[in-house]
């Protein structure tokens, strides 16, 4: 890929801070594998093998019926009946003992019938982050080998929990920062740039704006209206983008009356391209100082809204609605100390990259 000779300078400063670049290496690293959420932590296996033909539970629905069970509901795959069906091909070569449900196929027959055994691959962590433990004991229940991270005080999986967490934390963040940042971006771009009235009216919508409370607003509406993601989205980048106006406003303010930006508009360049093409560039630096504050705001209010219990849906996987059960279950330590180092360290990688990647764009500064 094609590189500017400018481009390849900001990389290579990057590169050459060991913490911003490490720091994109383990977030990067998180962050992917979170993507891949429901093929590390799910109560449904993967694949699927049954009289010879593949099943993706992850990705279809099957009823029960599809493996020669007797329901058309959705089949419950960590159901030893559903399993034993699965592993003897549909035959009714299961039984109860004093242990449990057993499968009673030797020498690949059951009862003088031939049996084609099915198998299942399962995720690393066979619960997803809705899914009830079947473990014994009162709920939320300590670590152990099957619960790496104990369970929360309605017997789910915290380890998976968390990583559905931290997905949708993640990519809430980043959809609302870029939206938010994108529109602050541009409004403070003509602020600065065209100044006079347009400036003087924006200036004053802005402060108003900016006054009202974000939180009490979203918790108002959302006791009105249903909540969701989306909508939690839109109110989100609707509070958020005044945040950029004012660095962007003042660097286009500074830089309207250098030599570079008259000497464009003798020559009949455009507004537009002298704005976004020309000064947009030397406004970054000032622009990327902003983005750990703004990232790190964003997480914050979501796990704010999410502790208070007016964010995302209760069904949703939430850091915020984890950090609320560690404070009901002071007894049960490992609730807290999983929502402090989760926030800590996703927090403490994104303020170091973006610390990175504005110290990049300024050229001022170099690393050895």
Known sequence: MYMSPLNKRRWRNFRRNGRAFWSLVIFTILFTLSLFAEFIANDKPIIVSY?????????????????????????????????????????????????????????????????????????????????????????????????????????????????????????FTLLVTTCASLIGIAAGAVQGYFGGWIDLTFQRIIEIWQGMPMLYVIIILFAILSRGFWLLVILMIVFGWPALVGVVRAEFLRARNLEYVRAAKALGVSNTTIMFRHMLPNAMVATLTMLPFIVTGTIGSLASLDFLGFGLPSSSPSLGELTLQAKQNLQAPWLGFTAFFTFAIMLSLLVFIFEGVRDAFDPRKTFQ
């Open 51 to 171: 009289r010879g033909e593949l099943f993706t539970p992850i990705f279809n629905f099957y009823p029960e019926t599809a493996f020669g069970g007797d329901f058309q509901t959705e089949a419950i795959y960590s159901d030893p009946e559903v399993q034993c069906l699965i592993a003897s091909g549909g035959l009714d070569a299961c039984f109860d003992d004093p242990d449990g449900v057993s499968l009673d196929v030797l020498d690949g027959e059951f009862e003088g019938q031939p049996v084609e055994t099915g198998w299942a691959i399962w995720p690393p962590i066979p619960y997803s982050y809705d899914a009830p433990v079947d473990r014994p004991g009162a709920a939320p229940l300590p670590p152990n080998g099957q619960n790496l991270l104990g369970t929360d005080d309605t017997k789910r999986d915290v380890l998976a929990r968390v990583i559905y967490g931290f997905r949708l934390s993640i990519l």
